[in-house]
């Protein structure tokens, strides 16, 4: 049973910072962990995106070079630093993930993910 659990979420002023986590259970070293995020009325964006085991991070461009996910798997969390912060940033996160490996090219995709988190809400204040 895969369970994901986020949290770090907050208000926050613009150009600055906030770590997300989630922490992860049931998965493998070839799973695929995302973060999303979505603002209501719109579709569910992504964000970044690795494996279990370490290695493609890829990002949406409008995060790129501002946000770094990374994991600790002695943790079993998933982290997203967040930094620069801006008000376009304002969503709710979600952490994603698959329990089985595939090609990276589609992992910007939410249909592939099997398993949500509950979100946790980031606000940026101009």
């Known amino acids: 049973q895969v369970q994901l659990a986020e949290s770090g979420g907050g208000l926050v002023q613009a150009g600055g910072s906030l770590t997300l986590s989630c922490v992860v259970s049931?998965?493998?070293?070839?799973?695929?962990l995302g973060w999303f995020r979505q603002v209501p009325g719109k579709e569910r964006e992504f964000v970044s995106a690795?494996?279990?085991?370490?290695?493609?991070?890829p990002y949406a461009d409008s995060v790129k070079g501002r946000f770094t996910i990374s994991r600790d798997r002695a943790k079993n969390t998933l982290y997203l630093q967040m930094n620069s912060l801006k008000p376009e940033d304002t969503a709710v996160y979600y952490c994603a993930a698959r329990r089985n490996r595939i090609i990276v090219g589609v992992w910007a995709r939410p249909d592939v993910y099997d398993y949500w988190g509950q979100g946790t809400q980031v606000t940026v204040s101009s």
């Open positions: 690795t494996t279990w085991s370490g290695g493609s991070t």
């Open positions: 049931g998965i493998g070293r070839d799973s695929v």
